[in-house]
Structures are given as structure tokens and as C-alpha cells.
């Protein structure tokens, strides 16, 4: 089995040189605030990118500044006084906030970008963020940004006193060179077999919003105090990986801090913890997605979902506290199902265990359950029973479209499991809608059901003439 962490990308600078632009045009999409004025991003954005042929996070981080000139024995962690806010912005405080989370940000990272203004050269802070990044271990890409005429291409070369190699000029606005910026960035990633590890180990995360019971689980699954227990939310900090013997299998838990609202993240070490956790799905094969049963489901719970789902993790959804609930009945749990479900509604093939982890009721029930995915999670299906149903289904339910912009499907394969992937090969992908998409997903899952484990449906063309074929 081969886990697959993807390598993260710091995007660090002093305020204003167009981090947040650069941040959105390399995910593809509007996510940062961009505005024409200093500390506009005092948190960490998390986004994901991919350039020739290679996923990867990237984390936007607010903008540095300092009181005073650096000092020999100044470190990122410990750098002199930041400034705060130029006129008319917040106190000092968010700058020192803004500090801690750029210092997180570069030591988890592979590469760091460290952006600069063309237009307004080099700066004393663009010197002394240079002074810090030198004392990592990182490969720094120095990047001068608003590079967007000859005359500032030009002007680039004065970069070059940074002392941290070639600038590469580019345009966060208009894309100008940001080829080039990303294709230094990825020859800098560690190589496929220093991020894919061969592993037959199965992993499972523990995830959840904080004090929802994901360290007494792991205990209770252990059978010991393996890990501190607390009431007290957020006292686990990093993502702590437990190896066990079950059966012949060899499994390895891993549990993770709780993971909060963005507004309500706090700075320093829980920030730390947050990508800690975000990692972690990375290279997990199966979560357990907690939730209490007396909150039921909060936005919080949809929220972790969906990094679990954007990493195409398998999961079961683990109902925590239900000891806890009074006056059940032989319907409860099919109540709780349903009101759960309509909350998570893209969580509709995910199975369901209510445990105490507490006093023990139901936890020997996880694991076996957890296993039952994993099986799902490497089925294969092949490809002829692939073709017959494709052709079953497509005659009980023929795409909509006129004569002559009519999707037609030739035929389809699974290519590869972990997630089960399908590829149908059809005429003009273009005129696939997403409720088909999601008709034929439900038509494979009625029929060998995946249980707890997300599709992955790709749609190919090929050649107008060729005839469905049920291949054997």
C-alpha cells in the first residue's frame, strides 16, 4: 500500500507584494482577500495546486515586518518586534500573530516562494525576511513580483543582492512568468519515492472537533492509557501515530488534534496542529470522523468532512457520548441516522457506529467496520461487469440532448482502487452533466455498494463511431 503526503508550499513576504494574488491564481480560484493594502491576510490560507503533473498545498501567510534591524542571533522564531499596521489599520498584536503563523508555515513546508515588489525594489524588510529564510534548510524560491514590463524585468537583477539566487521576475495579476516560478517549485518537491512510502500497514485517523472523545477512542481501541485523556479541549497538539497488531493486520491509529472554525483557531501551537491534522488525512486510508451525540451535527463536523472527502479518504462516521442520550428507544439510532445524514448529505454511503468511548459500549464495533471499508476501498470491479452495467443503466436512463449533441458511452474500466477509480470513455465529454455523473456513481454503488469509500469518475473521448462494447 503506498501512502501519498503531498508536499507543501510556503508563500511568504512582506506585506503588500501580491502574496494573496499569486496565492489565488496558483489554486485556480478567488479564496484570498485581496486588497491594495497592507496585513490584508493576518491568517494562514490553506489551497491546492498542481503543476506538471505534481498536487501540492500551498499556505498564504500574512505579511512581515520588523522595529529594528536584525541582529546576529535573531531567528524566524524569535526575530526582533514587528511593526504594526501602516495608518489606519489594527494594533501590533495581529502582526505578532501573523509572525508565529509565517514561522509555522515555513517549518512545515517543502519549498518556500519568498515574494518580492519589483516595483518598489529591495527593501530593508525584504532583507531581513532574506537573512532569516538563509538559516533554514529549505529550498527558497525568490520570486519578484509586478515584473509586468521590460523596464521591471530588467530591474530584477538588483534581487540578486538577496543572496538567495536566481529572482525570477513574474506577474501575480496577469500570470506573467508564473510558469516558470511553478516549475522551479516543483523541481525542488522530494522525489516520488521520498513522499510515496511503501507501507501495508493500515492507517486510520481519529478526527474531530475538539473534546469529542477522539483521545479516550484510541485509548479504549488500545486497551490502555496510551495517550493523555482530558477534558480540558485542544490538549492534543500534534498528530500522534500508534502501531497495533489486530488480528494478522497491521494497523496504525493516529490521532489528531481538534480541529476548530477558521475564526476560531487560535495562533502558534494550534495553528501548528490544524496542518498537522490536514496531513495526517493525507496518508490515511480510512477516518473516523467523531461526532458528540448531543450536539449532533455542527458546521464544524461538514467542514472536516470535506478535507476528508477532498483527499478521497474513506470514512466511517463515529457517534460519540451516546450513553449520554436519555429516554432512547428502538428508533433512536435510525433518527440520529437520518438527522446526521441530511447535515452531511454528501455522506450518504458512509456507515454509522454509536459507542461510548467513555465506558467502552460499542468501540469493539469500530475496527472491524473499519476493515469492512478497507476491503471496499481496494474492490475491483471488472471490466465486463463494468460494460454490463453501463449498458443496463444507460438504457434505463439514455442521457438527455438533441440528435446531434447526444452523449454516447463506448465503453468503461476501472483503472485503479484507493480510491476506485472509473474512466468512461464517451463521445464529447463536454455534454457529461453532473447529475449524470452522479446517476451512474449511484448505479455502481447499488451493485457492489463501496461501502464508506468515495468514486472517482473520469470521462474520456474517443473516436464518434465506436459502438458500446462489453468487454470480458
Known amino acids: 500500500m503506498t501512502s501519498n503526503i503531498k508536499p507543501i508550499v510556503a508563500l511568504v513576504g512582506r506585506p503588500n507584494v501580491g502574496k494573496s494574488t499569486l496565492f489565488n491564481r496558483i489554486i485556480g480560484q478567488r479564496k484570498a482577500i485581496v486588497e491594495d493594502l497592507a496585513g490584508t491576510t493576518r491568517d494562514r490560507l490553506y489551497g491546492e495546486g498542481d503543476w506538471g503533473g505534481r498536487d501540492f498545498i500551498i499556505i498564504d501567510t500574512g505579511g512581515l515586518e520588523f522595529d529594528s534591524p536584525l541582529q546576529g542571533n535573531d531567528s524566524l522564531t524569535n526575530p526582533p518586534p514587528v511593526v504594526g499596521f501602516q495608518a489606519g489599520s489594527s494594533s501590533r498584536l495581529f502582526m505578532s500573530e501573523i509572525r508565529q503563523q509565517v514561522s509555522v508555515a515555513i517549518a512545515e513546508a517543502n519549498v518556500i516562494i519568498f515574494l518580492t515588489d519589483g516595483e518598489s525594489g529591495v ?3 525584504d532583507e531581513d525576511i532574506a537573512q532569516l529564510l538563509r538559516r533554514t534548510d529549505k529550498p527558497i524560491i525568490l520570486a519578484v513580483n509586478k515584473a509586468d514590463n521590460k523596464k521591471r524585468h530588467a530591474e530584477t537583477l538588483e534581487f540578486f543582492a538577496l543572496g538567495l539566487g536566481d529572482p525570477i521576475p513574474i ?11 511553478l516549475d522551479k517549485v516543483v523541481e525542488n518537491f522530494p522525489l516520488s ?7 501495508e500497514s493500515i492507517k486510520i485517523a481519529i478526527l474531530g472537533r475538539p473534546n469529542v472523545g477522539k483521545s479516550s477512542l484510541l485509548n479504549k481501541l488500545l486497551g490502555e492509557e496510551r495517550v493523555i485523556v482530558s477534558e480540558i479541549a485542544g490538549t492534543t497538539r500534534d498528530a500522534i501515530d500508534t502501531q497495533i497488531r489486530y488480528g494478522d493486520l497491521d494497523l496504525v ?3 489528531t488534534a481538534g480541529i476548530r472554525k477558521r475564526g476560531k483557531i487560535e495562533p502558534g501551537v494550534e495553528k501548528h496542529s490544524f496542518l498537522r491534522a490536514i496531513k495526517a488525512i493525507g496518508r490515511t486510508d480510512v477516518c473516523l470522523l467523531l461526532i458528540d451525540a448531543n450536539i449532533k451535527v455542527a458546521s464544524q463536523d461538514a467542514h472536516i468532512a470535506e478535507f476528508i472527502l477532498n483527499e478521497n479518504k474513506s470514512v466511517v462516521v463515529v457517534v460519540n457520548k451516546w450513553d449520554m442520550i436519555e429516554n432512547k428507544d428502538t428508533n433512536t439510532i435510525n433518527e440520529f441516522t437520518k438527522a446526521i445524514r441530511g ?3 454528501f455522506l450518504d454511503y458512509v456507515p454509522f457506529v454509536f459507542i461510548s468511548a467513555k465506558s467502552g459500549q460499542r468501540v469493539d464495533k469500530v475496527l472491524p ?3 469492512q471499508v478497507q476491503e471496499q476501498r481496494l474492490r475491483r470491479v ?11 443503466a444507460v438504457a434505463a436512463h439514455p442521457p438527455k440532448g438533441s440528435h446531434r449533441q447526444r452523449l454516447k458511452f463506448f465503453y468503461a474500466t476501472q483503472v485503479t482502487v484507493s480510491p476506485p477509480t472509473f474512466v468512461f470513455f464517451v463521445n464529447d465529454k463536454s455534454l457529461v452533466h453532473f447529475t449524470y455523473q452522479r446517476y451512474l456513481e449511484n448505479q455502481i454503488r447499488e451493485t457492489y455498494e463501496f461501502l464508506g469509500t468515495p468514486l472517482r469518475v473520469i470521462f474520456r473521448n474517443r473516436g464518434e463511431n465506436d459502438e458500446l462494447e462489453v468487454v470480458e
Open 369 to 371: 467496520l473499519v476493515l
Open 123 to 125: 527593501t530593508s524588510t
Open 171 to 181: 506577474s501575480a495579476m496577469h500570470g506573467l512568468g508564473t510558469g516558470d516560478l
Open 343 to 345: 447535515d452531511l448529505q
Open 382 to 392: 471488472s471490466t465486463g461487469e463494468l460494460n454490463r452495467l453501463l449498458k443496463k
Open 253 to 255: 491509529l493516529i490521532d
Open 193 to 199: 519515492d521520498e513522499v510515496e512510502v511503501d507501507d
